[in-house]
């Protein structure tokens, strides 16, 4: 069984920071791409940022240069810092973890509750 569980959501104003979590824990033999989408009302989900074992990381447009993930492996959790938050952030973010849960097996993706960030203007 794998778990999923985010953090760090909140409110901010705007030009804030929010920082959010993931750690994934169960039954894993090797995780590949972790990352985060998001997903605002009324608009359609969004990929923000996500980052392979190796560290190569890749964003959207949208937050280059104000968000930054980073992960670590020893404890298979990956990070979101969001600086100089706009309204426009504002939605719920997902995380999700492309993982093998035996050597035999492929790898399939597993995604988080998602964890709300609001920030107001």
């Known amino acids: 069984q794998v778990q999923i569980v985010e953090s760090g959501g909140g409110l901010a104003q705007a030009g804030g920071s929010l920082r959010l979590s993931c750690t994934t824990s169960g039954s894993i033999f090797t995780i590949g791409v972790m990352g985060w989408i998001r997903r605002a009302p009324g608009k359609q989900r969004e990929l923000v940022a996500n980052?392979?074992?190796?560290?190569?990381?890749k964003y959207a447009d949208s937050v280059k240069g104000r968000f930054t993930i980073s992960r670590d492996n020893a404890k298979n959790t990956v990070y979101l810092e969001m600086n100089s938050l706009q309204p426009g952030d504002t939605a719920v973010y997902y995380c999700?973890?492309?993982?093998?849960?035996?050597?035999?097996?492929?790898?399939?993706?597993?995604w988080g509750q998602g964890t709300s960030v609001t920030v107001s203007s």
């Open positions: 999700h973890a492309d993982l093998k849960e035996t050597y035999y097996s492929t790898y399939q993706e597993f």
């Open positions: 980052i392979t074992s190796f560290g190569s990381a």
